[in-house]
């Protein structure tokens, strides 16, 4: 609707033409991504890439790919609005920083949940005296090991055993 009263000279013009101040043509290449009701979503980008430097990435594209080479833009424009310096990359490293945090203290967790049931395991009567040994059989021996470390992390269980089997 909105398409074909642009046609006809009857529709406000979109965002970009609005904020430029010109006259918003039928083929205007911003009115299907910048339009009227969002007027800060292109001045976001035109601060940050100027309008010739838009209008000459979104020519330069296919028509399919435009729409998310503006969300793209879009984003970037925001990021950058907030870190000047950094942008979205910013956003990106103190994410990942975050992830590499986290993975720490996941694995210092886990680390200690092994400790806590080598503790526990050891403390249980008979299974770590020197007179009695471990279990003599090596099934039983695969049995305990795999339930002390029974954690829900990935495990080459086939491995384990095999090198289980040759102690």
Known sequence: MKESSRKQGAASPCAACKLLRRRCAHDCVFAPYFPADEPQKFASVHKVFGASNVNKMLQDLPEHQRGDAVSSMVYEANARVRDPVYGCVGAISSLQQQIDTLQA???????????????????????????????????????????????????????????????
């Open 105 to 167: 203290q996941l694995a210092q967790a886990q680390a200690e949940v092994v400790h806590m049931r080598m503790r526990q395991y050891s403390s249980i009567p008979g299974t770590n005296s020197p007179e009695n040994g471990f279990p003599s059989s090596s099934h039983t021996h695969s049995q305990s090991t795999r339930s002390l470390f029974n954690m829900d992390m990935v495990v080459d269980h086939t491995n384990m055993e095999e090198s289980l089997w040759s102690c």
